[in-house]
């Protein structure tokens, strides 16, 4: 049975950025392919087939505005001390913290869905270590990268994918895309001066 996760897919420029600062592959190391290259929001797990149009009904409610993000520095993730995933860091804001609560909020209500504990870390898997590395291969890579920066890439949409492991390589199915709104742009006259003068927001 497939897993279900939550992304916000890249421009094709970021992930042009991304793919040339991935790290030299290493024994035991998986890079993430483009199509992987994703700001994830949730990981749902496993659906079962009553749960599947509740969540897109769900995620259909979600109203919010499209924004710009920031992709700043490198990072790990570890566990027993060992690095398990490296990743290309995104610099939190509050349209991106206010659409992972919106998210988080409308699938609890629908099919209570409890999301994970641990803060909303928000990041793009680079590479995957399977085994230990090189003795300080990892650091050395995170030093060389840490001013590493993308700054101002749109966000524009949200989407649920399905995946399954097919020798050990995630293989993705888009299921459904729930486009952001364009923030509303401002009407303008010319006043009796010669200048633009604001009308305030248009109506979307």
Known sequence: MPSYFLVIPLTEEAKDHLVAVQPCDLPGMRLAGRQ???????????????????????????????????????????????????????????SLIALHSSIGAALADAVGFQPEEHPYTPHITLAHLNSPAPPDAVERYLEDNMDFLIPSVLLKT????????????PQYRKEAAFPLLEPASSQWCMGTDGQKVSLGPRPM
């Open 36 to 94: 992987e290259l994703h700001l994830t929001l949730y990981s749902l797990g496993e659906l079962a087939p009553q749960y599947d149009e509740a969540v897109r009904k769900a995620l259909a409610t979600v109203k919010a505005n499209a924004f710009t993000a920031t992709i700043s520095g490198v990072g790990k993730f570890q566990l027993e001390g060992e690095p398990q995933v490296l990743w290309a860091g995104v610099e939190s804001n509050s």
């Open 158 to 169: 949200f989407v649920l994918y399905s995946s399954v492991a097919v020798d050990g390589i």
